[in-house]
């Protein structure tokens, strides 16, 4: 009977997800230089370690002890990325910061979207049929729900930096393509009732989901995911990232 208790024990350990360290610093992760960049410019860095090819910058931003670092572009360097911020930095959560291309009828270029759950929208099967979508790549339901305090603050921290007409909180939709099709943006709309779509969100959201530690992404419209995309995102990346990354630092003030 001992033996099997404490088995039993053990397996609990095992298949509960890990906690976040309570005290540990804030990890906040991008895609790309320019979403880093303004955060990279306000902070005091004290030391930079490089794992996987990959700069972390250690330091602290806006009174918040804080782990930064640009982790690639697409599912897999985000995962990475997160994974490394929870096991090397001991991160207590972690905020996802850039820009994405708009996918609900009411959002505009330079618009806020704060993620309430995201999904991984290109995960499944290529039948005869075309793709069908699968859930498994999330939680039950197939979407990754983000810790509702973390999203109620970046919000309130939007509607602070662009006002509440610019700022909306809703699903997030995560696929490694840059969606420029008006076709695709209606699929995203009818499937998962998305009012952004990115590459990057989804992965972070579910390494930190498993392993217990709060999260929110945060997204900055560069344009409408349309046959226009990569002409707007030219035009209003950088300045898309730029309000993105004021809004972590709004979020921080009040944390």
């Known amino acids: 009977m001992k033996k099997l208790i404490i088995a039993a024990l053990a397996l609990a350990a095992f298949s509960a997800p890990l906690m976040a360290a309570e005290n540990g610093p804030i990890g906040i992760i991008t895609a790309m230089s320019n979403e880093l960049s303004l955060l990279l410019e306000n902070a005091e860095i004290t030391d930079t370690e490089t794992i996987g090819g990959v700069d972390y910058n250690i330091g602290t931003l806006e009174g918040q002890d804080v782990v930064l670092v640009k982790a690639g572009i697409g599912k897999i360097m985000a995962a990475a990325g997160a994974a490394t911020l929870i096991n090397e ?91 420029a099709s008006e076709s695709y943006v209606k699929y995203l709309q009818d499937s998962f009732n998305s009012l952004a779509c990115e590459m990057e969100g989804a992965a972070v959201a579910l390494v930190a989901y498993n392993y217990g530690v709060p999260f929110v992404v945060i997204r900055c419209m560069s344009d409408k995911a349309d046959g226009l995309a990569h002409d707007s995102y030219a035009n209003f990346g950088d300045t898309a990232a730029d309000n993105s990354a004021s809004i972590v630092m709004t979020m921080l003030q009040e944390m």
């Open 89 to 179: 930095f001991d991160v207590s959560s972690i905020i996802f910061t850039g820009i994405a291309g708009g996918v609900g009828d009411e959002t505009e270029v330079m618009d806020i979207v704060v993620s309430t759950d995201l999904v991984v929208h290109d995960y499944g099967d290529m039948t005869n049929d075309g793709f069908v979508w699968d859930a498994i790549a999330g939680t039950d339901n197939g979407r990754i729900p983000a810790d509702p305090a973390l999203s109620d603050l970046a919000y309130n921290a939007a509607v602070e930096v662009v006002g509440e007409d610019s700022a909306f909180k809703g699903n997030i939709a995560t696929g490694d393509q840059f969606v």
